[in-house]
Structures are given as structure tokens and as C-alpha cells.
């Protein structure tokens, strides 16, 4: 269970937030206080970076993924929350990166740490078995290449929607890690992040 103190800590670092949404309370750090037996990193979420006008937004806990005016954060929403995904309902998200910036081939990924610095970010949460789901393509190619996992290893199947899965024992975990298609796709891979992105997201769930 998550600590209140955890919670805080958490509240202090931009790019860190959880798998709650709030319907009409203010969204603040109240709102997740209230909603602390809900939170958990048995699954975590994870993106590559904020875009430029989260900078915009005004100042507050947990802010990322729930930008108000953000399509791909209201996507996450009800997939998720609406659609009732009990397992992910409540997980932990996280960016890779801290940087701002809205074009993603621009992002530089500090290589050097990524892994350490990740399983830094997790260590107050500690599970047997971990559920990591990446928000594309990016950040799913990241930890695996910064875990040295081979391509071979990599499973993608069309029949499960397409997604990209591996799974990886880090330290005394077992890690179970999945690319999804990003919540905000544009462009040619636009319908996949309204039509298979849920379905994905079902599939996982179903499996945890």
C-alpha cells in the first residue's frame, strides 16, 4: 500500500502521477490523499516525455497524464478509469524523460543511469512481479535496449492487437513489459490510439 509520505515525496517530481482521474472534486493533492488505498506501482505507466504546453498548465500535484485539454490524457481516462480497468486503475506514470518538448524525435534520452534511475523511481513500491506498460514505441525501445534485451526476445502478435511485449527479470523482479500505441497518436497512427489502444489495454488488464 502506498504511504502518505510516498505520496509527498511523489508530489514534488513533475513528470510522476497516478492511474485516478478526478470527476468534479478540485484536482489537487486532497484528491489522491483521498484516494490512497487506490494507488499502487504493481503496474506502472510509462511515457517519454511532457509536451510543450504542459508548461502552461497551471502548477499542480500530479498534473501529468491530466491535462484537462489534453485529447490523449482524456483517452487514458476513459479507457481506464471509465472502462473500468481494475488492475491499471490506480497505477503508478512516469515519463523517461524530464524534458519538455512536444516533438519527440528531439528528446534526448540520458542512456548512462536510465535503468538505475528508474528502478530509483519505483523502489518505494517494492512487487515480485511488476506490470510495465509503455505509452509507444520510444520508451518501450529504451528500457529494452538499456536492458540489453535481444530483439529476438521481443514478441509482437497481430492477433493480440498488436502489441510488443517482453518479459525480463530485473533485480529480484519479474517484469512484465508491454508497448501499447501512444494515447496521443497523430497522423497515420491516429485511429490505433481510438479503436486498438483500449482494446490493448483490456487485453493487459485481463492478463495481470
Known amino acids: 500500500m502506498i504511504k502518505s509520505t510516498d505520496l509527498l515525496d511523489k508530489s514534488q517530481n513533475s513528470t510522476d502521477s497516478w492511474a485516478i482521474w478526478v470527476e468534479q472534486e478540485p484536482h489537487d ?29 497551471q502548477k499542480k500535484p500530479f498534473i501529468n497524464f491530466h491535462a484537462p485539454s489534453h485529447r490523449g490524457d482524456t483517452r487514458l481516462k476513459t479507457y481506464i478509469q471509465d472502462g473500468n480497468l481494475d ?35 519505483l523502489k518505494f513500491y517494492p ?5 510495465i506498460i509503455c505509452l509507444g514505441d520510444k520508451p518501450f525501445d529504451e528500457i529494452c535496449k538499456a536492458l540489453e534485451i535481444k530483439p529476438s526476445r521481443i514478441k509482437s502478435d497481430p492477433t493480440k492487437f498488436n502489441l510488443r511485449n517482453v518479459t525480463v527479470k ?8 508491454y508497448r501499447v500505441w501512444l494515447h496521443s497518436s497523430w497522423g497515420k497512427f491516429e485511429e490505433k490510439g481510438s479503436t486498438e489502444l483500449p482494446l490493448q489495454l483490456q487485453f493487459i488488464n485481463n492478463n495481470i
Open 127 to 131: 512487487a515480485a512481479k511488476r506490470t
Open 29 to 57: 493533492f486532497s484528491f489522491f490523499e483521498k484516494n490512497l488505498d487506490k494507488l499502487h506501482a504493481d503496474v506502472v505507466i510509462l511515457g517519454l516525455n511532457r509536451s510543450d504546453g504542459s508548461h502552461t498548465i
Open 170 to 177: 530485473v533485480k529480484s523482479e519479474s517484469w512484465d513489459i
Open 87 to 121: 488492475k491499471i486503475i490506480g497505477a503508478f506514470m512516469t515519463d523517461l524523460s524530464e524534458e519538455i518538448q512536444t516533438n519527440s524525435n528531439k528528446v534526448n534520452i540520458e542512456k548512462l543511469g536510465l535503468i538505475d534511475n528508474f528502478i530509483e523511481k
